[in-house]
């Protein structure tokens, strides 16, 4: 009867949390022209989640915690923009909308001010096929990267011709590392991961270091 009680005040625990979130979701612009900004990271600050813009230019972050945030918004060849006091409320979305100014004309590691390419793709579970949303994806040796969207796809943009090593990472899996990832200038390079669950034996996390 105890344990039956116990289990009752968990799942009641579990429901009630899952219940007392909210999502935050919006567009990205740019700010003269206003055209769409995919592969835009939007990010929580302090907190690590975050998500990136599809192709239309939208991002969902979803189960957060009701409070107030700030919230920032990060393009290549844009400046960042940042959002005060961005509240979110229970079982809500709220909508925050970014229009970003053109940065000045500056070298950046990873990128180069001429023709470009594009690296996006799909995170998903090695065992269900299911989509793996808010996997960040970074382009190691840079600081570029992105964070999939709710349907588990990203979009990093504006990436100098080049060979590359990419890494996925999610709580709760195994980190999957690509290596000799071709970016031709003009072109999209497609890499799917395929992220295999953390083994839990007794009681301990067997997985990456």
């Known amino acids: 009867m105890k344990l039956r009680v116990c289990l009752l005040i968990i799942l009641s625990n579990i429901i009630l949390f899952a219940e007392s979130t909210g999502k935050i979701s919006g567009k990205v612009t740019d700010v003269n022209t206003g055209e769409i900004l995919p592969g835009a990271n939007v990010l929580i600050l302090g907190k690590n989640i975050g998500g990136a813009t599809d192709t239309n230019g939208l991002y969902t972050i979803s189960n957060v ?10 393009a290549m060849r844009h400046k960042s923009v940042t959002v005060f006091d961005v509240i979110v409320v229970a079982d809500s ?31 998903t579970d090695q065992q269900t096929g299911k989509a793996l949303p ?58 799917n991961f395929e992220l295999s669950p953390v083994i839990i034996k007794g009681g301990v996390k067997l997985g990456p270091k």
């Open 65 to 74: 915690p009701p409070r107030s945030y700030s919230m920032q918004a990060r």
């Open 93 to 123: 979305t709220t909508i925050i909308n970014f229009q970003l100014p053109p940065a000045e004309k500056t070298k950046i590691k990873g990128v180069r001010l001429g023709p470009t390419g594009k690296l996006s793709g799909k995170v």
């Open 134 to 191: 808010g996997t960040n994806v970074i382009i190691e040796g840079t600081y570029r990267g992105a964070s999939c969207d709710t349907q588990g796809y990203y979009f990093i943009s504006r990436l100098a011709p080049g060979t590359y090593s990419m890494q996925a990472r999610m709580m709760g899996y195994e980190r999957v590392t690509v290596n000799d990832v071709i970016v031709v200038a003009d072109s999209t390079t497609t890499i």
